[in-house]
């Protein structure tokens, strides 16, 4: 049963490009989250997505987009980087959040992709 | 809005030993679910344990268990007999909304060093 995998787990990239990260979800789970981890802090939650549409949004500039495809599997865009982008961005997968209805039905992550910004 | 405060930012045990990290959330939901979650070197979250504010015990889950005290909005993890494989960055989470949404909102971490 694959997990979670996200590629490439390493990316560098100057000021001012665009770049794309991929994720493919646990078998079975239909729902995509991403999060970005700068060095030392927790991860922050950036958006959701269900049935190929944006379900929910965190506090993030509009540089930051995405999209699921039929498969559930996703990516997340960035455009216009800044230096402050670097850092670790994971996928967390899981099931419908209707059908979680708050019981704590957990994410599951993949490993990230390190992104570095020059 | 959510808060989740871990004033730990390092802690170490000795192997075989029992460690207890620190975990306090600030939400104005009443009905709320906080989450521990285990950050080795590889970068995977993994998940720990799972708290709802409605259940009436402190959950388990074989050597973690939660010493949940919402009167003092403490949700603190329990680890019994520390092994050296528990050496990572554990992370209290915050679920975000009063929804099915099952999104989280995390403190800044602890890293935990067990001592052989």
């Known amino acids: 049963d694959a997990g979670v995998t996200q590629s490439p787990t390493h990316l560098i990239k100057t000021r001012g490009q665009q770049v794309t990260l991929r994720c493919s979800p646990k078998?079975?789970?239909?729902?995509v989250s991403w999060y970005q981890q700068a060095l030392g802090q927790g991860p922050q939650f950036i958006f959701q997505y269900y049935e190929e549409e944006e379900r929910q949004r965190g506090n993030f500039p509009d540089r930051f987009s995405g999209h699921q495809f039929p498969n559930y599997s996703s990516e997340l865009n960035v455009n216009a980087l800044l230096l402050g982008d670097s850092a670790l961005y994971l996928c967390?997968?899981?099931?419908?959040?209707?059908?979680?209805?708050?019981?704590?039905?957990?994410?599951?992550f993949g490993s990230g992709t390190q992104l570095s910004v020059l | 809005a959510q808060k989740i405060t871990q004033t730990q930012p390092g802690m170490f045990v000795q192997e075989k030993e029992a460690v207890t990290l620190d975990c306090t959330y600030d939400t104005s939901d009443q009905s709320y679910g906080l989450f521990w979650y285990k950050q080795p070197s590889s970068g995977e979250m993994i998940f720990l344990i799972y708290q709802g504010s409605y259940d009436e015990q402190n959950a388990t889950e074989g050597r973690y268990s939660l010493n949940f005290q919402k009167a003092r909005k403490s949700a603190n993890l329990v680890i019994s007999a520390s092994q050296l494989g528990d050496s990572a960055m554990y992370f209290c989470?915050?679920?975000?909304?009063?929804?099915?949404?099952?999104?989280?909102?995390f403190g800044t971490g602890t890293r935990l060093t067990v001592i052989p």
């Open positions: 967390a997968s899981s099931l419908e959040p209707d059908i979680a209805g708050g019981s704590g039905e957990k994410l599951f």
């Open positions: 078998s079975g789970h239909d729902t």
């Open positions: 989470a915050d679920r975000l909304g009063q929804t099915g949404a099952n999104n989280l909102f």
